[in-house]
């Protein structure tokens, strides 16, 4: 259905191709999964199947791309969309209508389906993506969860025989993840639906897939095969493959239930430690909050001395006077009809990290839009520090909370990285090169003449916190950090964190991305219907909830363990 032969691209400007030597065939009716560490070229090899590349993006396409019998040489998009569905990192690119029952009609529309045929079929994606009670809703209002299930649907309407996605779970909570890929299975084995997905939280995804195709470096052609094979030789696995690869099983186990059945001998090993002696070399129960944090086996890699120097240095406005960092005092929020938020009681301390956690709309980020002063309560009290949020100028409370948004764009309106660091400096009054410090230490290589537009989605995100922590801000806010990241970039930021909290910073992160919750947070709070549902330590949270329970744990319950690192430093 999709043949690659020997393709490679070059954007203009470019000393090298972004991707070279790709040479592949994906089969009719079987889910491929892409995968490869950040800036290997994912989203050019997907852009060419549907013609975006280079007829969009420009540069140079070499060797020939096919597509159900056409050449994207020779066919531009709109000549491929009876045939491709596309949706890309970001959803509310792809939005043409303003609400959902219209977006999902649109593109029927463009290619002339008759009325009944599309009345059908958006109700049968309604229900397919549990998006019926969302029908009438204008697409600004929805979370970002659900604004990704809407640009998923918008594509299925057609019955593309080929779908290309590009992260499509990265913003969903772990149910509506299983919910999209359950559909996605179901167009795969029922309908013959080719698909081709590029996606880092492989632990969502790497079962369903028929075949994986690794890119394991830029320029460097893919490797082929069969998904245990292929994670045996990957440097991007999730916890489920780390813990065979620790535990040296053959062959690898791709899911939970594989996994479980072999676990037997490695729950016996486990049981003689003391789980609670391991953990609180990180997590005693009588320790203050801040001091509770999990280490791994091996110490992280130590942040460069620039910036380790500059933490110590702004460690005194690190934190606040008052006891708490924040505090919110029966918060109610209502947005038109719609009660975000209902009587919420919440005290952050300092050095503490904390995991908001639930559904799409649950309210996670209405309650850190709240803390940043983006929202008025409707009733009750939002405090951060001496500050009331909503009513505290820009230029002051930049320096008592910073807020990284889910879309990083919001944040970076400048042409290069250098004008966005300078800008930055000046807006929290910080030294010049202060910003850009920062950036060399979490995106080296990045140069200063990079337009944001050309990083990658993951990339466009550390620049965003960089721009944020220039102010040095004692409270710092994080909408779905990991959305974008592969592992080794998410271990970066994990230690960044890590570093921050250290000093005193106190981290509140909205996030799906469990095993984040699992290595990071010192305390979760899970979200329902914009009400507290449960608050408290990660392990006492997570590993009662079937949802929210990383993959480490449901492997080897009812044993309380939580990451491969701490398996590892007790084997050890």
Not at 240 to 265: E, K, Q
Not at 352 to 365: H, P, V, Y
Request: with cysteine.
């Amino acid at each position: 259905m999709i043949r690659f032969e020997d393709v490679s691209v070059t954007y203009d400007g470019a000393a090298e191709p972004t991707i070279r030597g790709v040479d592949f065939e994906v089969p009719e009716g079987e889910l491929v999964l892409l995968v490869g560490p950040s800036g290997v070229g994912k989203s050019t090899l997907l852009g060419a199947v549907s013609g975006l590349v280079p007829h969009f993006t420009g540069g140079t396409l070499r060797g020939r791309v096919t597509v159900a019998g056409r050449d994207t040489r020779t066919h531009k998009p709109r000549e491929l969309a009876d045939v491709v569905g596309t949706v890309g990192q970001d959803p509310l690119s792809h939005f043409v209508t303003d609400t959902v029952e219209d977006e999902l009609a649109y593109g029927m529309e463009s290619l002339g389906l008759a009325p009944d045929v599309m009345r059908r079929r958006v109700e049968e994606t309604l229900d397919l993506l549990g998006l019926a009670d969302l029908r009438d809703r204008p697409i600004a209002t929805l979370s970002g969860g659900q604004q990704q299930r809407v640009a998923i649907g918008s594509v299925l309407t057609p019955h593309p025989s080929v779908l290309v996605l590009d992260e499509p779970t990265s913003a969903l909570d772990p149910a509506a993840a299983e919910e999209v890929l359950a559909v996605l299975q179901r167009l795969v084995h029922d309908l013959g639906t080719t698909v081709l997905m590029a996606e880092h939280r492989l632990e969502r995804v790497v079962q369903y897939a028929d075949q994986v195709a690794l890119l394991p470096a830029p320029g460097a052609p893919p490797i082929l095969g069969a998904p245990a094979e292929v994670m045996a030789v990957s440097p991007v696995y999730p916890p489920v493959v780390a813990l065979g690869r620790l535990a040296a099983w053959t062959p690898l186990p791709l899911t939970v239930r594989d996994a479980r059945r072999r676990a037997a001998t490695l729950r016996e090993r486990l049981e003689k430690r003391d789980v609670n002696a391991l953990q609180g070399r990180g997590e005693l129960r009588d320790q203050p909050r801040r001091t509770r944090s999990r280490q791994p086996s091996t110490p992280p890699e130590p942040l460069g001395a620039t910036t380790h120097r500059w933490f110590r240095r702004k460690r005194t406005n690190a934190t606040p006077a008052s006891p708490h960092t924040a505090e919110i005092q029966a918060l109610t929020v209502t947005r038109g009809d719609i009660q975000a938020l209902h009587h919420i009681d919440l005290t952050v301390s300092p050095g503490e990290t904390i995991a908001l956690m639930g559904r799409n709309g649950a309210g996670k980020s209405t309650l850190l839009s709240a803390l940043v002063g983006l929202v008025r309560p409707s009733s009750g009290s939002v405090r951060v520090g001496d500050a009331t949020p909503h009513r505290t100028p820009p230029p002051d409370l930049v320096r008592r909370v910073g807020l990284v948004p889910q879309e990083p764009r919001d944040l970076l309106y400048a042409d290069t990285v250098a004008a966005e660091c300078t800008a930055a400096d000046a807006d929290a009054g910080a030294a010049p090169g202060t910003c850009r410090a920062l950036v060399s230490e979490l995106l080296p290589g990045i140069t200063d003449d990079t337009h944001p537009r050309d990083l990658s989605e993951g990339q466009r995100l550390t620049l965003a916190l960089a721009v944020v922590l220039t102010a040095r801000p004692p409270l710092l806010l994080l909408d779905e950090p990991t959305r974008g990241l592969d592992y080794a970039a998410k271990s970066r930021l994990v230690t960044l964190l890590r570093e921050l909290a250290a000093e005193g910073h106190a981290i509140v992160l909205a996030t799906h991305d469990v095993e984040l919750a699992a290595e990071l947070a010192h305390r979760v709070i899970l979200l329902a219907e914009g009400e507290v549902m449960a608050d408290g330590p990660t392990a006492d949270v997570v590993v009662s909830s079937p949802s929210f329970a990383p993959q480490v744990t449901k492997i080897l319950a009812p044993q309380q363990w939580l990451t491969v690192a701490q398996v590892r430093e007790a084997l050890s």
